[in-house]
């Protein structure tokens, strides 16, 4: 269920993401003083939800509570100011890592520094696991 995105309840600490589609914000949540990471995206020019946005709405709730999942705290839709359209927030539980690709980002990193190159066998295997696991769940629904 979309909601109107309660203003006083997060306080944006800053952007960390920006893409095609919108971006991310670090922010900390009032309520439960925990950080979290709020996705921002906007809607069609005619009032809608974009299918896209629908497509990951979907999918996300389809691996809720799957492990390696983070999961989606909330859905937000907020009025835009400057345009007058609407804009959809997603709330997730902030990860200081981040996803996998800045995980091998960061590893990448201490490669250059002269560190033990690659990953160890054992987390190679449960990353695939869990992209699989996560393939898997979807494939079928």
């Given at each position: 269920?979309?909601?109107?995105?309660?203003?006083?309840r997060y306080s944006i600490e800053g952007n960390i993401g920006e893409g095609s589609y919108g971006k991310v914000d670090k922010a900390l949540d009032l309520k439960t003083c925990k950080?979290?990471?709020?996705?921002t995206m906007k809607e069609t020019s005619n009032d809608s939800v974009p299918h896209f946005v629908l497509r990951e709405l979907d999918v996300l709730r389809q691996l809720s509570g799957q492990p390696g999942i983070v999961p989606l705290l909330a859905v937000y839709r907020e009025k835009e100011?400057?345009?007058?359209?609407?804009?959809?927030?997603?709330?997730?539980?902030?990860?200081?890592?981040?996803?996998?690709?800045?995980f091998m980002r960061q590893r990448n990193k201490h490669v250059?520094?002269?560190?033990?190159l690659g990953l160890p066998v054992e987390q190679v295997i449960d990353f695939a696991e869990q992209i699989l696991r996560a393939l898997q769940?979807?494939?079928?629904?």
């Amino acid at each position: 269920m979309v909601t109107e995105y309660p203003q006083s309840r997060y306080s944006i600490e800053g952007n960390i993401g920006e893409g095609s589609y919108g971006k991310v914000d670090k922010a900390l949540d009032l309520k439960t003083c925990k950080k979290v990471a709020i996705k921002t995206m906007k809607e069609t020019s005619n009032d809608s939800v974009p299918h896209f946005v629908l497509r990951e709405l979907d999918v996300l709730r389809q691996l809720s509570g799957q492990p390696g999942i983070v999961p989606l705290l909330a859905v937000y839709r907020e009025k835009e100011q400057k345009t007058k359209g609407n804009l959809i927030k997603f709330v997730f539980p902030f990860c200081e890592i981040g996803d996998l690709q800045a995980f091998m980002r960061q590893r990448n990193k201490h490669v250059q520094a002269g560190d033990q190159l690659g990953l160890p066998v054992e987390q190679v295997i449960d990353f695939a696991e869990q992209i699989l696991r996560a393939l898997q769940i979807i494939h079928n629904k």
